[in-house]
T-cell receptor, first 115, second 115 residues
């Protein structure tokens, strides 16, 4: 089925470890983004990309890196995990920055716990 | 800074009634406003997008209005059903500088439809 696929669904990390959250879409969307969702804070933008080779920072980029080598994939790297990065992470994609009449398509999320 | 607020964290409504959710924004004039539905443990799902020159938009039992004078969007679910119980998020594209835009979300309103 077409959509946004995130892996893994759950992850526990120790403080200081690094890891990559994977995101892939098969809808040929130009725009992809990563959000984190915390209780009482809502969804906050971490990084986004408007096309292969182009990335930019969102509201809360510190501690995260991204790259976009293909249209389909947009991995999120945690460089040195901290307990403050415990959250649910969502990847989203759309045809364009403004979303069009189809809005953004979100993945099912990765629930990350840093101990 | 741009701000988006959903005035109720939770709303309980009797089955069959019309649910009305409110989204207010400040310090910005978005050209588009979007509404999403989020179920527990899942990613947001796009429902409707309304443009600043559209006063109202409908999709089945859903209706969205956009009042640029009041800086407010209303989201209505008519003939509500228990299956409509979920958290509803509004979002708009805000300018983040240097030609970049980001989709900013409200914290959501949790709707419970009581049989």
């Amino acid at each position: 089925n077409a959509g946004v696929t995130q892996t893994p669904k759950f992850q526990v990390l120790k403080t200081g470890q690094s890891m990559t959250l994977q995101c892939a879409q098969d809808m040929n969307h130009e725009y992809m983004s990563w959000y984190r969702q915390d209780p009482g804070m809502g969804l906050r933008l971490i990084h986004y990309s408007v096309g292969a080779g182009i990335t930019d920072q969102g509201e809360v980029p510190n501690g995260y890196n991204v790259s976009r080598s293909t249209t389909e994939d947009f991995p999120l790297r945690l460089l040195s995990a901290a307990p403050s990065q415990t959250s649910v992470y969502f990847c989203a994609s759309s045809f364009g920055l403004m979303g069009s009449d189809y809005g953004y398509t979100f993945g099912s999320g990765t629930r990350l716990t840093v101990v | 800074s741009q701000k988006i607020e959903q005035n109720s964290e939770a709303l309980n409504i009797q089955e069959g009634k019309t649910a009305t959710l409110t989204c207010n924004y400040t310090n910005y004039s978005p050209a588009y406003l979007q509404w999403y539905r989020q179920d527990p443990g899942r990613g947001p799902v796009f429902l409707l997008l309304i443009r600043e020159n559209e006063k109202e938009k409908r999709k089945e039992r859903l209706k969205v209005t956009f009042d640029t004078t009041l800086k407010q969007s209303l989201f209505h679910i008519t003939a509500s059903q228990p299956a409509d119980s979920a958290t509803y998020l509004c979002a708009f594209h805000s300018y983040s500088g240097a030609g970049s835009y980001q989709l900013t979300f409200g914290k959501g309103t949790k709707l419970s439809v009581i049989p």
